[in-house]
């Protein structure tokens, strides 16, 4: 669902390296140009408002640890306000203390993806519940939903995921 939501760009780099003379079907191959998909530069925001329980928040973790694979993901914090943004880095503990607690608001993360974010990610992965505010206008970049409950979610843009939580 990732490649659907998010379109990849192929980049063309310059490599001057020579082929792995190991694999007999490369050698005679000169180098020059690696056409390779570059890894998608995402936000995920997690909604840590007081709506949002424990196994959730978990299991939203265990995704993103997921996403990180496939993915430079940018972690931020919001509930009604975005509390910490901060790069995911395989050394950091996703299991820890999320910041929050309060009302729910996606007006605040959704800005900085339409705002700074919009020039250094190619989308935003929105973990919620989807109780809250709506914002007016839609960010700048692609938006994915990712809900952890089978109750109806209308949003007026992005694709919509259901999360399955025990």
Do not use: C
């Amino acid at each position: 669902s990732l490649r659907e939501a998010f379109p990849r760009r192929r980049l063309i780099h310059p490599d001057y390296l020579k082929p792995n003379r190991r694999f007999p079907t490369r050698i005679g191959e000169i180098p020059g140009r690696t056409r390779r998909p570059p890894k998608p530069a995402v936000l995920a925001v997690i909604d840590t408002s007081g709506s949002m329980g424990v196994d959730a928040l978990t299991q939203i973790a265990l995704e993103i640890a997921e996403l990180g694979r496939h993915a430079r993901v940018t972690i931020v914090e919001s509930d009604a306000a975005v509390h910490r943004m901060y790069p995911l880095t395989s050394d950091r503990d996703l299991g820890g203390p999320f910041v929050g607690g309060g009302d729910t608001d996606f007006t605040p993360a959704l800005a900085i993806a339409g705002g700074r974010g919009a020039a250094n990610h190619e989308g935003i992965v929105y973990f919620t519940d989807g109780r809250g505010e709506m914002p007016s206008m839609p960010p700048s970049i692609p938006a994915l939903w990712v809900i952890t409950h089978e109750d109806p979610f209308l949003p007026r843009f992005g694709k919509i995921v259901r999360l399955p939580v025990d």
